[in-house]
Each structure stands twice: as C-alpha cells, then as structure tokens.
T-cell receptor
Framework: NAGVMQNPRHLVRRRGQEARLRCSPM?????VYWYRQLPEEGLKFMVY????????ESGMPKERFSAEFPKEGPSILRIQQVVRGDSAAYFC?????????????FGPGTRLTVL | SQQGEEDPQALSIQEGENATMNCSYKTSINNLQWYRQNSGRGLVHLILIRSNEREKHSGRLRVTLDTSKKSSSLLITASRAADTASYFCATGYGNKLVFGAGTILRVKS
C-alpha cells in the first residue's frame, strides 16, 4: 500500500512563474491537507480538502495560492506569480476520514526554490 | 493561537543516553501527536496520546501527557545515532494539526 506521494520532490521557479505541486493521497483516503514549512520552523496548516470540496482554507494566503482536489486525479496546490518568500517545503497529508484522532499520513514534501 | 512549543530548541547527547523533549500547548485538546523529521525529509508519525491517557509507550519511546499543565514530554531511551532528527509535537485542532517549532536532536556516536 503506497504512502502519500508528492511530485515533484524539488521544484525551481523564477520570480513571477507559476508553481504546481501535486499530491496523491494514500489509497482509500479522501481527505487531503496541505502544510508549508519555512526553514527551521514547524509546519503551518494551509488548506484541508475533500474530493471536489475545499473544507478549510484558513491558512491559505489570500492571493496567488489556490488548491483543488478533483474527483479524479491528485490534489494540486497552485502558486501563481511566485516570489522569493514562497520558497519552502510544502507537505501534503491524507487521512481516511475526519478521524477523531486527527492522525494524518504525510508525504515526502516538495521543496520549492524561487530564484 | 494554539501553537505548541517545544523545548529545548536543540539537544545534543551521546549515543546510549536518554533524550527528553517537552511540548506545551494552549487550548484543550483531544489528542497530541509526536512526529520525527529527518533532515530534508517528510514527517514520520511516532505516537499519539489521547487526552484521557497519561502515558504511552512504543518501543524506546515514552510519551507523557499532563492536561492540567497543558504539556507533554517525549522520552527516547538508549538513543542511537539514527535518532538524529527534528521532533515535533502536534495538537489536533478541528481539521488541522498545529505544530510546534520542533526540537533538533543530535545523537553523537
């Protein structure tokens, strides 16, 4: 049973370009979470999605960031017109349901570098 | 903010010694979890302790929870060089996990 998969693992973009980060949850998981980790900091929640629905986007920056989790295919975190401050590791996690335990299974992350 | 905080920020010990990391949080919780992150890698779930539990063991790991003090500790016994990593506590808060800034553990062989 494959774990959470993210690609690409490393992504380099120039300022002003777009970044697309993909996350395939564990088999049977219908809940996806995105977190961002700045250097030497803990993870910060960005958004929580179920299939075709954004449930909680309270951690998403108001502009340039969007997320989706379509009926088919991976979840996508999209960052438009990237700036240097977007450089970070972006982690996706999944869970089979909104379990009372909140246990989430994390992917290996995508490290975004903005030049 | 429910942000947890770990202390110490960094810990350096010799192989074979025990390592203790602490975590404090601010609001009521259903559970608290500990994760490990090796340098440049993803997070590995270590252990979950529920609010009605006081202590939990998993191999060389022992976690305690004191809800009256809103704090938890992670003890790694007989540490190994492979335990070198960052350790984070996380509290479940609605849909999301709220992480502390982590403790960087270095185990010297």
């Amino acid at each position: 049973n494959a774990g959470v998969m993210q690609n690409p693992r490393h992504l380099v973009r120039r300022r002003g370009q777009e970044a697309r980060l993909r996350c395939s949850p564990m088999k049977g998981h219908s809940h996806v979470y995105w977190y961002r980790q700045l250097p030497e900091e803990g993870l910060k929640f960005m958004v929580y999605l179920q299939k075709e629905n954004i449930i909680d986007e309270s951690g998403m920056p108001k502009e340039r960031f969007s997320a989706e989790f379509p009926k088919e295919g991976p979840s996508i975190l999209r960052i438009q017109q990237v700036v240097r401050g977007d450089s970070a590791a972006y982690f996706c996690a999944s869970s089979p349901r909104l379990a009372e335990s909140n246990e989430q299974f994390f992917g290996p992350g995508t490290r975004l570098t903005v030049l | 903010s429910q942000q947890g905080e770990e202390d110490p920020q960094a810990l350096s010990i010799q192989e074979g010694e025990n390592a203790t990391m602490n975590c404090s949080y601010k609001t009521s919780i259903n559970n608290l979890q500990w994760y490990r992150q090796n340098s440049g890698r993803g997070l590995v779930h270590l252990i979950l302790i529920r609010s009605n539990e006081r202590e939990k063991h998993s191999g060389r790991l022992r976690v305690t929870l004191d809800t009256s003090k809103k704090s938890s500790s992670l003890l790694i016994t007989a540490s190994r060089a492979a335990d070198t990593a960052s350790y984070f506590c996380a509290t479940g808060y609605g849909n999301k996990l709220v992480f502390g800034a982590g403790t960087i553990l270095r185990v010297k062989s």
